[in-house]
């Protein structure tokens, strides 16, 4: 047979997070590989979604979301994150944060562009860059706290760079961008005329004090930042795939447009259950839920550091990258299946989130769990001690 799967196919494989799932369902463990988030819904969000369907609110929505949705967003954005964003004009309502940046990708990059990512990075980043034919550049940062300079900002840009992706708090390795890298990377997108994407997904799971800053909101950047974000971990509703993005409207109705051809919306009465918790939840929930997944962190990471995987304990998001060096293997991969058949705790091979061999010696795990769930998995763990 003559026929052949695209040459963009030949760069893209299943994600080793659904993998590792796969794995552990094989063998009935606990899952802490994927960051399905297993805490319960907000009430406001799951009444807000009920009250929508049986109103019948059932139909396609406009190509970028829905009115009363886009409006609350934009009061959000406004209060929270210091952006002001036009609901008409600016924000767009997506199939969740990968759709968001898919759409975004689409609309602003062309096939040979390059966009660079600071390494550990998120897999789907990538995949969504290959789908669209753009090539992935990497910013190695240092662990313990994952640093970069703004020497190796330089060493990566080449010019056919269009774009640099920002995760903050970031998937995998649970850094938040200081104010100061930001003002790097700000100067370093500036001098080189570089679209700035940021993923946002996880700003209300920052630890220690620390506070999130979205790049958005720096005047420098205004013009040029794509943000990304969305309720998926905050309302533990990672099958809705509501997210959303919110940038100068020259790139918003572009991005809209592509959107509707896409995808062309995300499920209407879903949206207004996520509107209905972005307005009617407190200040006081994202205070717990800080509070409730700090508690969570450090479970996990006394009892990596016990059974002598010592972990780089995450300043924000809910995944911990831990140390498997003394774990029998040559691979992260093969590290990770041995962790799984000996304690039936999955995790993902740290290679997922390398271009080359820097994560063989890491695995990831997530610690979005029900505390009774996350307990059993520490138990099981603890057999390695």
């Known amino acids: 047979m003559a026929l052949t799967l695209s ?132 910013v190695t940062m240092q662990p313990p706290d994952w640093t970069f300079s703004p020497k190796d900002l330089e060493r990566a840009v080449t010019r056919r760079t269009k774009g640099i992706m920002i995760c903050s708090p970031a998937n995998p390795s649970g850094k938040v961008f200081t104010s100061e890298e930001l003002l790097w990377i700000c100067a370093f997108a500036r001098k080189h005329d570089l679209f700035v994407f940021t993923d946002e997904i996880y700003e209300y799971f920052v630890y220690d004090g620390r506070t999130h800053i979205s790049p958005g909101s720096l ?70 839920l800080c509070s409730d997944f700090q508690k969570k962190r450090d479970l996990i990471c006394s009892t990596l550091f016990r059974i002598g995987l010592t972990p780089h304990v995450p300043q924000g998001a809910y995944y911990v990258l831990a140390d498997v060096n003394r774990l029998p293997g040559s691979t992260s991969k093969q590290k990770a299946m041995h962790l799984l058949h000996k304690t039936g705790v999955a995790s993902v091979p740290g290679q997922a989130f390398y271009h080359g061999k820097g994560g063989e010696n890491l695995v990831r795990f997530c610690f979005a769990k029900t505390d009774a769930e996350l307990a059993e998995a520490c138990a099981r763990l603890r057999r390695l001690a």
């Open 219 to 288: 005047p420098a950047l205004r013009d040029r930042t794509i943000t990304i974000g969305g309720y998926s971990k905050t309302f533990s509703i990672t099958g809705w795939r509501v997210g959303y993005s919110v940038c100068h409207k020259r790139w918003a109705s572009i991005i809209g447009y592509i959107n509707d051809l896409v995808y062309v919306c995300a499920p209407a009465p879903l949206q207004l259950g996520v509107e209905a918790g972005v307005r009617k939840l407190k200040p006081d929930y994202y205070r717990r």
């Open 7 to 138: 040459k963009r196919a030949d760069e893209i494989s299943q994600a080793e997070i659904r993998v590792m799932t796969i794995e552990c369902e094989k063998v009935g463990g606990i899952n802490l590989a994927q960051g399905v988030c297993d805490t319960g819904v907000p009430p406001p969000v799951a009444r807000g979604a009920h009250d929508a369907i049986r109103k019948g609110i059932n139909s396609y929505t406009r190509y970028d979301g829905l009115a009363a949705l886009r409006k609350t967003l934009a009061r959000k954005l406004r209060t929270d994150n210091r952006i002001d964003a036009d609901p008409e004009t600016q924000i767009v309502v997506s199939a969740g944060t990968t759709g968001a940046f898919y759409c975004a990708c689409l609309a602003l990059l062309d096939p040979g562009d390059e966009v660079i990512l600071f390494e550990p990075f998120y897999g789907y980043h990538v995949n969504t860059l290959l789908a669209v034919d753009v090539k992935p550049a990497t």
